[in-house]
């Protein structure tokens, strides 16, 4: 499957974005991650494919929503009240398996990754 990220750019403290991903075909569990430099790649958000089932980091619950439009194979990352330290290239990632146990928090979990795109918050 190829995933297509986008909605990044610049925005001030408080503001907000919206991120997509477009998958080229559907029934995956989809997951959203971002790295900044020098840092490891970070879990933010995790949803099942039925859209039954949702998860996000500690750092950003209650501030950012992941969902999905399984009749568009998309899925979005809504943030609001953004801060400089949520400044990273975000990834959208599939995993074939939706079911068992996994570790939805390890990017090792996903089967694929999309090419990333930048968000930058200025302070």
């Known amino acids: 499957v190829q995933l297509q990220a986008s909605g990044g750019g610049l925005v001030r403290t408080g503001d907000s974005l919206r991120l997509s991903c477009a998958a080229s075909?559907?029934?995956?569990?989809m997951g959203w991650f971002r790295q900044a430099p020098g840092r490891q790649r970070e879990f933010v958000a995790h949803i099942t494919w039925s859209g039954k089932n949702r998860y996000h980091s500690h750092s950003v619950r209650g501030r950012f929503t992941i969902s999905r439009d399984n009749a568009k194979n998309a899925v979005d990352l809504q943030m609001n009240s953004l801060k400089p330290e949520d400044t990273a290239v975000y990834y959208c990632a599939a995993r074939r398996n939706d079911g068992g146990t996994f570790d939805y928090t390890e990017p090792g979990s996903y089967d694929y990754w999309g090419q990333g795109t930048q968000v930058t918050v200025s302070s």
């Open positions: 075909e559907g029934r995956y569990a």
